[in-house]
T-cell receptor, first 116, second 112 residues
Framework: GAGVSQTPSNKVTEKGKYVELRCDPISGHTALYWYRQSLGQGPEFLIYFQGTGAADDSGLPNDRFFAVRPEGSVSTLKIQRTERGDSAVYLC??????????????FGEGSRLTVL | AQSVTQLDSQVPVFEEAPVELRCNYSSSVSVYLFWYVQYPNQGLQLLLKYLSGSTLVKGINGFEAEFNKSQTSFHLRKPSVHISDTAEYFCAVTLGPGKLIFGQGTTLQVKP
């Protein structure tokens, strides 16, 4: 498709389980970002990839969160030992190389994670 | 530290009336400022941005915003709203490439 694609759109899991969220960016976009949006809040930055490498992972809340982008396209956000506080909508965005510098990010519809 | 405050969580307005959504930011350095919109069941999309130059910025769907450095504000305005403008609006400032700090959001509810 033409836009950023995120799967699954909804994920319900139990506390302590492992979860993977996938993001397929716009073709040709070299930069990819993960944000988290809790209920009633604005999105919060998690991590930014330029190509295959994480250029900035300062927003990852703790070591239970990890993200990869092995071939510089699709990215997976991985959450270990999920906690109820991890419940949120996880947003992925992509941009052309310079687009990120000027804030022009293209967002997917998000993956809603619910931890019971 | 940089932060963004959206002063209204909800703004109800009648169709064809003007609207202003308020945004204040704090920053010790020059900033780039943005408004994003999130329509129901859709992803965030860029409405407009201020990088430099003219302080009055025009965006999509008839929206505009004015950067006021002395008041550290970046309020969003539209002279006449439509039902289709009903959405969540987010003000944001950039800390670096792709690293945006968003406000809490303002829900614009346009009533017929």
């Amino acid at each position: 498709g033409a836009g950023v694609s995120q799967t699954p759109s909804n994920k319900v899991t139990e506390k302590g389980k492992y979860v993977e969220l996938r993001c397929d960016p716009i073709s040709g976009h070299t930069a990819l970002y993960w944000y988290r949006q809790s209920l009633g809040q604005g999105p919060e930055f998690l991590i930014y990839f330029q190509g295959t490498g994480a250029a900035d992972d300062s927003g990852l809340p703790n070591d239970r969160f990890f993200a990869v982008r092995p071939e510089g396209s699709v990215s997976t956000l991985k959450i270990q030992r999920t906690e109820r506080g991890d419940s949120a909508v996880y947003l992925c965005a992509s941009s052309l190389g310079t687009g990120g510098r000027t804030g022009e990010l293209f967002f997917g519809e998000g993956s809603r994670l619910t931890v019971l | 530290a940089q932060s963004v405050t959206q002063l209204d969580s909800q703004v109800p307005v009648f169709e064809e009336a003007p609207v202003e959504l308020r945004c204040n930011y704090s920053s010790s350095v020059s900033v780039y400022l943005f408004w994003y919109v999130q329509y129901p069941n859709q992803g965030l999309q860029l409405l407009l941005k201020y990088l430099s130059g003219s302080t009055l910025v025009k965006g999509i769907n008839g929206f505009e915003a004015e950067f006021n450095k002395s008041q550290t504000s970046f309020h969003l305005r539209k002279p006449s709203v439509h039902i289709s403008d009903t959405a969540e609006y987010f003000c944001a400032v950039t800390l670096g490439p792709g690293k945006l700090i968003f406000g809490q959001g303002t829900t614009l509810q346009v009533k017929p």
